[in-house]
Nanobody, 121 residues
Framework: QVQLVESGEGLVQPGGSLRLSCVAS????????MAWYRQAPGKQREVVAT???????MSADSVKGRFTISRDNAKNTVYLQMNSLKPEDTAVYYC???????????????WGQGTQVTVSS
């Protein structure tokens, strides 16, 4: 069984920094892209940043220059370094991976359980 487990949740003041981590574990054959999404109260889930196996990244305009996504393929882990945090960054952050488990013949979307990030003074 494949699991994505996030860590790094917290409360931080505006202008502060936080680092999220997400580890994919279980019977994994291969991981394609990994990503971070977020969902604020009353809003739809939105993509924050994505990263391919080769390290090519994409970030939402709202976080460009402040958030950095990275991954360690050997550890099946994706990170989100968040700097210059703003109150509008407050949301539940979800890890996503497009991967193939050891028992599947195709790639599927997997999600973490979500981790709360609150930016407030």
């Amino acid at each position: 069984q494949v699991q994505l487990v996030e860590s790094g949740e917290g409360l931080v003041q505006p202008g502060g920094s936080l680092r999220l981590s997400c580890v994919a574990s279980g019977s994994i054959f291969s991981i394609n892209s990994m990503a971070w999404y977020r969902q604020a109260p009353g809003k739809q889930r939105e993509v924050v940043a994505t990263i391919t196996t080769g390290g090519r990244t994409m970030s939402a305009d709202s976080v460009k220059g402040r958030f950095t996504i990275s991954r360690d393929n050997a550890k099946n882990t994706v990170y989100l370094q968040m700097n210059s945090l703003k109150p509008e960054d407050t949301a539940v952050y979800y890890c996503n991976a497009v991967l193939r488990s050891a028992t599947d013949t195709s790639y599927s979307n997997y999600w973490g359980q979500g981790t709360q990030v609150t930016v407030s003074s």
